[in-house]
């Protein structure tokens, strides 16, 4: 059966890096998001209209494969129900298999990656507030594939390999009409936080200093 691999998640916690990776061992094509707006909206800013038109031409694209017999990954935060059953409902029309990795970070981890982000990109328009409150109020549904992409890429695609084996696929309609599943909070050992506290002010302070 056809699968549709979701990789979900807040900004910043790994989506790319992760569908990218499984893209390359699996030789399945990796839409995401972000860079399909980049290419369809270049000079998007972050409107709801601008987020609703990528996601649309996403799941449009993502139809072209499945109809082509090929598996397709994902990725995007899904933090939206009607985002969530739109994919539901192309995985019933399409007679597809839904599979869920949802994707964990620090909200050290997360400032972090947003700080080199702008770094590499100067138009990036995520300020570091936004990011925080999206990492801290994500809805995680929690009964598919949670992975703290935080941890080595080595280990969180070993997760992914053992999930994508061993486990069935979720149950259409319920992903969407799920009440998110807390999670407990991610631990982390004194020394490694503080580096990644040290690191984060590091860079916002480099980037208020240009």
């Given at each position: ?80 129900v009607q985002e969530r059953r739109d ?50 109020a994500f809805p995680y549904y929690g ?68």
């Open positions: 059966m056809k699968r549709i691999i979701v990789i979900s998640g807040p900004p910043c916690s790994g989506k790319s890096t992760l569908g990218a990776k499984l893209s390359a061992t699996r030789s399945i094509p990796h839409l995401e998001l972000d860079a399909i707006r980049a290419r369809i909206l270049p000079n998007a800013r972050f409107t709801r209209e601008d987020h609703m038109t990528a996601h649309r031409t996403m799941h449009l694209v993502a139809e072209v494969f499945l109809d082509l017999d090929m598996n397709v990954i994902v990725s995007a935060a899904y933090d939206d994919l539901e409902e192309m995985a019933v029309r399409l007679e597809a298999s839904l599979f869920l990795i949802e994707c964990r970070v620090t909200p050290q981890a997360a400032i972090l990656r947003n700080a080199r982000r702008r770094d590499r990109d100067p138009d990036h328009l995520l300020p570091d507030e936004s990011v925080l409150a999206l990492v801290n009964r598919g594939l949670v992975v703290d992409s935080t941890e080595p890429l080595a280990d969180c695609m070993d997760e992914i390999d053992q999930y994508l084996k061993i486990s069935k696929p979720l149950v259409l309609g319920k992903w969407s009409a799920g009440i998110p599943l807390p999670l407990p909070v991610l631990v982390r050992e004194p020394e490694q936080a503080q580096t990644e506290v040290a690191a984060t002010v590091v860079s916002i302070n480099k980037r208020r200093q240009v």
